[in-house]
């Protein structure tokens, strides 16, 4: 019987892309339907892979850099522009340059962590004559509200003594003033339009730092030191361009990145998979697909919030596919996914192991896992298809 698969992960942070996540569901699953015909779709939610996503799809270029880092080191970065544009398209993912996978891990603290290097980013699409840049957000290492790349683009934030203020969401909270005058004009001049979870607010307890600022490393005091700086940093950009920003759609977005493209660099928000949709194949997918095996990191009451098992899912029930999504872990309020698409759920880790070892295994675990549910299909496969015995 004919039997079509498709396997649409997001990247496992730190471990694995979304290209590489794909092949280790498509092994798996090979292992155990080796007739099957199984299609490959990578999901691109704005972070790790955005740019290379997009590139691949669009036939475009990839151009390497060296920025600064999220703790101020040098990092190798990328960006890239379409191919097939009327206008020159740049697109940047921000995880290149300010993403988690670029903080140590005995360093992360997001009160210093900076997003610097996004804003070197952008000069650099803008010096090879971007007149549009598609912004991916997602997978950041830092809490700084976007402060970081706003510097980068010269836009100066300055103390009650009219001082640079160090790098950082902490310093935020002595921010008494934003000077424009030397913010790089071209940004008048070019369209940016970025791709953010559309859930992530800037303020409030829903904010950035209350709900991201503890997978970045931030203790209980830190995050409240960021969440009262977050406030500062909103006050001033509504004062000095008068857009809010604390509580727009998105603002929250890498960090708080989101706010700054909005109320600084005169960008504009959207749901990461509104941009994303546009380049990708998903849906033509989907559509010729009897089962769609999906992955991310983490999954848990999170995921219906803008994470990609949950897009996935919610695409393939309006066309009536079955929906399995594989995790690295399974955490709090998990069984929310049940009521966004997604039937069936499973941690690739089938036995207690460090951090450290699931990382580096995560090739093999995912390949198996993947074999595993397809192997359990078949068995469900052919319960349906055993003729009835009579009793």
Not at 72 to 99: K, Q, R, W, Y
Not at 201 to 216: C, D, I, S, T
Request: charged content about 20%; glycine content about 14%; some cysteine.
């Amino acid at each position: 019987m004919a039997f079509t698969v498709l396997v649409a992960p997001s990247g496992f942070k730190e471990s694995l892309s979304a290209d590489e996540a794909a092949d280790c569901i498509a092994r798996g699953v090979h292992r155990a339907f080796p007739g099957a015909t199984i299609l490959k779709a990578p999901m691109a939610d704005g972070g790790e892979g955005f740019t290379k996503a997009l590139v691949r799809a669009t036939g475009g270029t990839l151009h390497s850099l060296t920025v600064t880092g999220p703790v101020n080191d040098p990092v190798a970065a990328h960006f890239g522009f379409l191919g097939g544009c009327s206008e020159p398209t740049a697109v940047i993912e921000m995880a290149a340059a300010a993403g988690l996978s670029l903080v140590p891990r005995d360093r992360r603290n997001p009160c210093l962590t900076t997003s610097y290097g996004v804003g070197e980013l952008i000069r650099a699409a803008l010096d090879r004559g971007a007149r549009r840049i598609l912004l991916g957000c997602g997978d950041s290492g830092i809490n700084d509200g976007g402060a970081g790349m706003a510097e980068a683009l010269g836009i100066r934030l300055l103390d009650k003594n009219g001082q640079p203020l160090p790098r950082g969401g902490a310093a935020l909270a002595d921010l008494a003033s934003i000077d424009m005058s030397g913010r790089d004009p071209r940004l008048d001049a070019v369209r940016i339009d970025a791709a953010v979870n559309w859930h992530n607010l800037l303020l409030g307890e829903r904010g950035v730092a209350r709900v991201f600022g503890p997978q970045k490393g931030a203790t209980p005091a830190q995050v409240e030191i960021l969440a009262d700086a977050m406030e500062v940093y909103a006050a001033a950009i509504r004062h000095t361009t008068g857009i809010e920003v604390g509580s727009a759609p998105g603002g929250g977005a890498s960090g708080g990145l989101g706010a700054a493209i909005l109320g600084l660099a005169g960008g504009k928000l959207h749901p990461r998979y509104d941009i994303v949709m546009q380049y990708l194949e998903l849906d033509r997918f989907m559509a010729t697909a009897d089962l769609v095996i999906t992955a991310e990191g983490s999954l848990d009451g999170q995921t219906p919030f803008g994470k990609v098992p949950a897009e996935v899912a919610q695409r393939a029930k309006g066309m009536g596919v079955p929906v399995i999504a594989l995790a690295g872990t399974l955490g709090k309020g998990v069984q929310l996914n049940f009521e966004h698409g997604i039937d069936a759920f499973a941690s690739i880790l089938s036995r207690p192991c460090s951090l450290e070892d699931a990382i580096s295994s995560a090739p093999k675990l995912l390949a198996r896992a993947a074999e595993d549910a397809a192997r359990m299909v078949m068995v469900g496969m052919s319960l349906r298809n055993r003729p009835h015995r009579a009793a």
